[in-house]
């Protein structure tokens, strides 16, 4: 069946950086957009960040314009979030997300992983 | 606008009908479609709602979306137990970022 797993979630100080992954199955990871989207302890979801089918377009909050940055290697089936200079309010659940309809940026969120976890603390 | 109004919580029994709604602006509800998700304690997020007011298979017809402006609602009819959780809705704000509401819990009495 369609499955999005996050991982890479960790303990880390301000100012560092760490890099999460999401690796699909089930379908053909090529043909869909990916979004990023998180949420903080106690807080609802915030959107992160999209890119499109093939890594062409990409788009990011301005929470975290500058600081992350949105990848994909399609013959991975993995979806990246590089996150530098990171801050405390950057603690969150990060969730990925696939778009629908196939090779549509601007679609709805069909499937969501479960989410992995960063807190970032001195 | 940082995220799209919707209600801190609303509530009902079970076989009721309760309705949450979600403001925005025009760059967002007014002009994108709204998409809704249902957000139960410890599972990912579940799509329930797209291009305003479709359901993807396997969501039951007691929830039912639809717009009208810069405002959009989310109706779940025939209130349930297992409905209870957090309900958010989301649109694309302008071409470039995607906005999402404050979240409503909902609470099945």
């Known amino acids: 069946q369609v499955q999005l797993v996050e991982s890479g979630g960790t303990l880390v100080q301000p100012g560092r950086s760490l890099r999460l992954s999401c690796t699909g199955s089930?379908?053909?990871?090529?043909?869909?957009?990916m979004h990023w989207v998180r949420q903080a302890p106690g807080k609802g979801l915030e959107w992160v960040s999209v890119?499109?089918?093939?890594?062409?377009?990409?788009y990011y909050a301005d929470s975290v314009k500058g600081r992350f940055i949105i990848s994909r290697d399609n013959s991975k089936n993995t979806l990246y979030l590089q996150m530098n200079n990171v801050r405390n309010d950057d603690t969150a659940v990060y969730y990925c997300?696939?778009?629908?309809?196939?090779?549509?940026?601007?679609?709805?969120?069909?499937?969501w992983g479960r989410g992995a976890l960063v807190s970032v603390s001195s | 606008q940082s995220v799209l109004t919707q209600p801190p919580s609303v509530s009902g029994t079970p076989g009721q009908k309760v309705t949450i709604s979600c403001s925005g602006s025009?760059?967002?509800?007014?002009?994108?479609?709204v998409s809704w998700y249902q957000h139960l304690p410890g599972a990912a997020p579940k799509l329930l709602i797209y291009?305003?007011?479709q359901r993807p298979s396997g969501v039951p017809d007691r929830f039912f979306g639809s717009k009208s402006g810069t405002s959009a609602s989310l109706a779940i009819t025939e209130l349930q137990s297992e409905d209870e959780g957090d309900y958010y809705c989301a649109a694309w704000d302008g071409a470039h970022s995607v906005i999402f509401g404050g979240g409503t819990r909902l609470t099945v009495l």
């Open positions: 997300a696939r778009v629908r309809p196939l090779r549509v940026l601007r679609g709805w969120l069909d499937t």
């Open positions: 291009t305003t007011n």
């Open positions: 025009r760059s967002n509800v007014g002009f994108n479609s």
């Open positions: 890119t499109s089918h093939d890594g062409s377009e990409s």
């Open positions: 089930g379908f053909n990871f090529y043909n869909y957009g």
